[in-house]
């Protein structure tokens, strides 16, 4: 029985108008950045989205957490559109989504301590205050792996993981149900990437938090997702269940990205995706991955590819994905 979504994206859009002269500034031409993206995240699990740069990934998360307006579409939290909110009513909304961003440097106050800088989302919410504000700061603190001392400490004074469970114990201060994880371990050492990793994961397990994860390593989000959704310029190109999509993939990009990391066994009858990705102000006709796939076909220029189930959740918007691409 499925279970029921907590956050679901519907044909969810932006475009973002290139304009050109200073005074009298004229359209060039339109960036599509996300283009009719559909999704949904039940209670407790974890979406990962994966794609090579520039795809529209974290534009997506964005739209999600209402950081970006969208030009079409919507976004449902718990069955309520959030962009038919006032920002006033968002307030109340924002305790529930959070957002970790992929720079742990850039994303933290370098004036600020790290007892202000987790407090603050309290402060404004009013979650907290007082001496149980105090007491909560030291008790996210321990809970990502801080100590006590490191309250009075300045973002620069700490490593590059350390600072990262800082922006989680940010995320984390007004009890969210929702995060999106936006490339959270890309800059970060391998063997401080697997020490975030597990604290994601017992954290969810704790709380029963729901996450976006957003990433281009597949390693990490096989480890990490119970879904997995393949983004490729500005669209979702397929999407399904972490183990019928590293096992059996069904679209032609998907089955290049995973040729990419994949090793032994697994990567037996591998592609090496060639070409660059056209840009995305001048998307090609028919599906926009012909001009890099290895069984495009005449009908691929004409006509775009309809998103269709070929089995239990499995997704994807491919022509000749039924002969079984492995």
């Given at each position: 029985?499925?279970?029921?979504?907590?956050?679901?994206?519907?044909?969810?859009?932006?475009?973002?108008?290139?304009?050109?002269?200073?005074?009298?500034?004229?359209?060039?031409?339109?960036?599509?950045?996300?283009?009719?993206?559909?999704?949904?995240?039940?209670?407790?699990?974890?979406?990962?989205?994966?794609?090579?740069?520039?795809?529209?990934?974290?534009?997506?998360?964005?739209?999600?957490?209402?950081?970006?307006?969208?030009?079409?579409?919507?976004?449902?939290?718990?069955?309520?559109?959030?962009?038919?909110?006032?920002?006033?009513?968002?307030?109340?909304?924002?305790?529930?989504?959070?957002?970790?961003?992929?720079?742990?440097?850039?994303?933290?106050?370098?004036?600020?301590?790290?007892?202000?800088?987790?407090?603050?989302?309290?402060?404004?919410?009013?979650?907290?205050?007082?001496?149980?504000?105090?007491?909560?700061?030291?008790?996210?603190?321990?809970?990502?792996?801080?100590?006590?001392?490191?309250?009075?400490?300045?973002?620069?004074?700490?490593?590059?993981?350390?600072?990262?469970?800082?922006?989680?114990?940010?995320?984390?201060?007004?009890?969210?149900?929702?995060?999106?994880?936006?490339?959270?371990?890309?800059?970060?050492?391998?063997?401080?990437?697997?020490?975030?990793?597990?604290?994601?994961?017992?954290?969810?397990?704790?709380?029963?938090?729901?996450?976006?994860?957003?990433?281009?390593?597949?390693?990490?989000?096989?480890?990490?997702?119970?879904?997995?959704?393949?983004?490729?310029?500005?669209?979702?190109?397929?999407?399904?269940?972490?183990?019928?999509?590293?096992?059996?993939?069904?679209?032609?990009?998907?089955?290049?990205?995973?040729?990419?990391?994949?090793?032994?066994?697994?990567?037996?009858?591998?592609?090496?995706?060639?070409?660059?990705?056209?840009?995305?102000?001048?998307?090609?006709?028919?599906?926009?991955?012909?001009?890099?796939?290895?069984?495009?076909?005449e009908i691929c220029a004409q006509v775009e590819p309809a998103w269709e189930e070929k089995g239990d959740g499995h997704w994807v918007a491919c022509h000749f994905a039924s002969e079984g691409l492995k």
């Amino acid at each position: 029985m499925a279970q029921e979504p907590l956050i679901e994206a519907h044909n969810l859009s932006k475009i973002f108008p290139l304009t050109e002269g200073f005074i009298f500034s004229r359209l060039v031409a339109e960036l599509r950045a996300v283009d009719g993206v559909s999704f949904s995240i039940p209670c407790g699990q974890t979406l990962g989205l994966v794609g090579e740069s520039g795809c529209g990934k974290s534009t997506t998360g964005k739209l999600l957490m209402r950081l970006l307006e969208p030009s079409g579409g919507a976004v449902y939290f718990q069955g309520q559109n959030i962009f038919e909110l006032e920002k006033a009513d968002m307030l109340p909304l924002r305790r529930q989504m959070q957002m970790v961003f992929q720079d742990p440097y850039s994303s933290l106050n370098p004036r600020k301590t790290v007892a202000e800088i987790v407090a603050y989302p309290m402060r404004v919410t009013g979650a907290y205050r007082g001496r149980a504000l105090q007491e909560r700061v030291q008790e996210l603190l321990h809970l990502v792996g801080l100590r006590p001392h490191h309250a009075n400490r300045y973002p620069h004074q700490f490593s590059g993981g350390q600072r990262q469970r800082i922006g989680i114990a940010r995320a984390l201060a007004v009890d969210p149900r929702f995060i999106v994880l936006d490339e959270p371990v890309s800059a970060l050492d391998v063997s401080v990437q697997a020490q975030i990793i597990n604290l994601l994961m017992d954290l969810q397990e704790e709380f029963g938090l729901s996450y976006l994860f957003i990433a281009h390593d597949l390693n990490v989000v096989e480890h990490l997702s119970d879904r997995v959704a393949v983004m490729y310029l500005g669209k979702i190109v397929e999407l399904a269940d972490r183990k019928d999509l590293f096992s059996a993939p069904l679209h032609p990009y998907t089955h290049g990205l995973l040729s990419a990391v994949l090793t032994g066994e697994r990567a037996q009858g591998g592609i090496l995706l060639e070409g660059e990705i056209p840009s995305p102000t001048a998307i090609p006709s028919g599906c926009r991955f012909r001009t890099r796939c290895y069984v495009a076909r005449e009908i691929c220029a004409q006509v775009e590819p309809a998103w269709e189930e070929k089995g239990d959740g499995h997704w994807v918007a491919c022509h000749f994905a039924s002969e079984g691409l492995k």
